[in-house]
């Protein structure tokens, strides 16, 4: 600790963390640096440092007139205001030993069993290591298909998708949390309908999400309601037809039932992929919002957008001067990641930094409508998201193009869609929406484009630590209006909703609605509104109450392809025995 804190002596900081008792809570057991018996030796400010410092050493690659004699006090001021936090294994790993920064990875499984053995294998590196991994299975032969080598059958991609998936059981992230996985199958695998009641069983596939790689094709097939081909990936040969609202339909009743599979929209993706000279996506990371091809990684940072919000002549306005620094900031930051990371294989170095992928995306931005007294469930929220995602995106391309002219494009410019476009920047991705889970925590804010999941939180993480919180901005706005919290208490025990608490005045209640008050359509429609503006995904979650129905869950599936979204996952109440959000403290809501 004390080498590490010798490293950093140069920082100043000026900015010391305003941390909430939560925030602590995620930063001591996960994040801060311990001594090999579990000692905690580390604290949030010398945490910052030691990230800032670390990441800000890149710039000695590059030329003296192109550095930023600054950049450790801006990585360091930045974190420390809680205005961006980068990924989990940056926080955890910059300028420590492991010194693995990336949280999004992608590996391919190829029809072989020693290619498969070797991805098993290289899922465990990552996962130790403190990454997720997200795989397409679709490349794998059908069960009952013909092994040539011991004129046996195939057992087929579900069976080598429980060996992935009890791996993860034994590795834990960095030794301090058990990693996640994304299976993929094509909608056109002959497996698919046995895939897509996987997890009818909650004991199946526990460590993986699921999504099935839907095609135009399919989608179009589904609309006319004729049936579609099923392709042996093996030969590239039809086996047999399905008709294609019945396979759709049996999705829905999955998804309905239990939260998965999800959907991933393949031709949308591809027609959005930056180097299609190197190859089409197949797969995604495990929360659905970075595409990647094989053995991509990809390093991931949010910018908490509720601390741009300025009050101006009595109206709340968004700093944007102040917000177009931060991306500035961030996008370097980024930049700097991949140079610093120490790679789990040879082949994720190669493949990352021939693209050189960042994503940087935002979080709190429920708390930052919350702020402008803006409704999540309104058509000047969908306005707000539009304009302000259009403004990062915007900046966080220019920020790129800065660096590209200082430090070169991307190695695979040369055949890129962006070389078609005449736009030389350092990165082939630079924006994404992630989901944020825990670095929301830390910065104090609400995940990433989320609503409200309720007004009262009772957060499952780390093992079954429970973080219970009550909305800041809802305590001010009670207390003004003289209303008695403890009597409240027992109504936020009972749901994530306040819209039927008559004692609550109206203005606050249409303020604080919840995921479960707004309609599946209007969140479809806010994940459209930042899909358009988002280089990569976006990652969101169609929280829906037990209440509803399968046709509102198929309605969310076809407006999102509509709408050109990459990908969606619903999640009804209830479907599921384990919640990781729930509003009660004794039961999910």
Request: glycine residues 6%; proline residues 6%; contains cysteine.
């Amino acid at each position: 600790m004390e080498r590490m804190a010798r490293r950093s002596s140069h920082i100043v900081p000026r900015t010391r963390p305003r941390l909430s008792p939560e925030a602590h809570v995620v930063l001591r057991n996960r994040y801060l640096a311990r001594t090999p018996d579990g000692r905690v030796v580390e604290t949030p400010v010398q945490m910052f440092r030691r990230i800032a410092t670390d990441v800000a050493r890149a710039e000695q690659r590059y030329p003296a007139a192109s550095r930023s004699s600054d950049a450790a006090n801006r990585f360091y001021d930045s974190m420390a205001r809680l205005d961006f936090l980068p990924n989990s294994p940056t926080l955890m790993n910059a300028g420590r030993p492991l010194q693995q920064l990336s949280a999004c990875f992608v590996l391919p499984v190829d029809d072989s069993l020693s290619a498969i053995l070797d991805s098993v294998k290289y899922q465990a590196l990552i996962h130790q290591s403190g990454g997720g991994t997200g795989f397409s299975f679709s490349r794998l032969r059908p069960h009952h298909d013909l092994v040539a080598s011991t004129n046996g059958v195939a057992s087929g991609p579900l069976s080598f998708m429980r060996i992935f998936n009890l791996t993860t059981d034994v590795i834990k992230q960095g030794g301090t949390r058990r990693g996640a996985n994304m299976g993929i199958l094509r909608v056109d695998h002959p497996d698919i309908l046995e895939f897509i009641g996987l997890k009818r069983s909650q004991s199946e596939m526990t460590n993986f999400n699921l999504s099935i790689g839907l095609t135009d094709a399919f989608m179009q097939a589904r609309r006319l309601n004729r049936p579609y081909s099923l392709i042996n990936p093996r030969t590239g040969l039809p086996t047999g037809r399905l008709s294609a609202r019945m396979v759709f339909d049996r999705l829905v009743d999955a998804a309905w039932a239990t939260g998965e599979p999800g959907v991933l929209y393949l031709d949308t993706i591809n027609r959005a992929n930056p180097t299609p000279q190197l190859g089409g996506i197949e797969a995604t990371n495990p929360c659905g919002e970075q595409p990647l091809l094989p053995y991509e990684s990809c390093t991931l940072g949010s910018i908490n957008v509720a601390h741009y919000v300025v009050r101006r002549a009595s109206r709340s306005l968004i700093d944007y001067p102040r917000l177009a620094s931060s991306i500035q900031t961030a996008v370097r930051f980024l930049d700097n990641v991949l140079d610093r990371n120490h790679y789990p294989l040879p082949e994720i170095e190669a493949a990352t930094l021939r693209t050189r992928k960042i994503g940087l995306g935002i979080m709190g931005f429920a708390d930052l409508l919350i702020a402008m007294s803006i409704s999540y469930d309104s058509s000047e929220a969908l306005k707000t998201a539009s304009s302000l995602m259009a403004f990062i995106q915007s900046h966080a391309h220019e920020a790129s193009r800065q660096l590209a002219k200082d430090r070169g494009t991307f190695p695979a410019y040369r055949g890129s869609a962006l070389q078609d476009r005449h736009d030389r920047r350092r990165n082939a991705t630079v924006t994404t929406i992630a989901p944020t889970g825990t670095i929301s925590i830390i910065a104090g804010c609400s995940p990433g484009i989320e609503p409200l999941y309720a007004i009262q939180t009772v957060r499952t993480v780390m093992e079954g630590t429970r973080l219970i919180t009550v909305h800041p901005a809802f305590l001010r706005m009670a207390r003004a209006a003289g209303l008695d919290m403890k009597r409240l208490q027992s109504s936020l025990d009972e749901g994530p909703s306040i819209q039927h608490l008559a004692t609550i005045p109206q203005d606050c209640r249409r303020l604080f609605v919840t995921a479960h008050d707004i309609a599946p359509d209007h969140h479809v429609r806010m994940q459209a509104a930042f899909q358009r503006y988002s280089d990569s995904g976006v990652s969101k979650t169609i929280n829906l109450p037990s209440t509803a129905t399968k046709a509102e869950v198929a309605r969310s599936f076809l407006l999102a392809y509509e709408l050109g979204c990459k990908g969606l996952t619903v999640f009804r109440t209830g479907s599921r025995a384990h919640q990781v959000l729930s509003c009660s403290k004794t039961q999910s809501c």
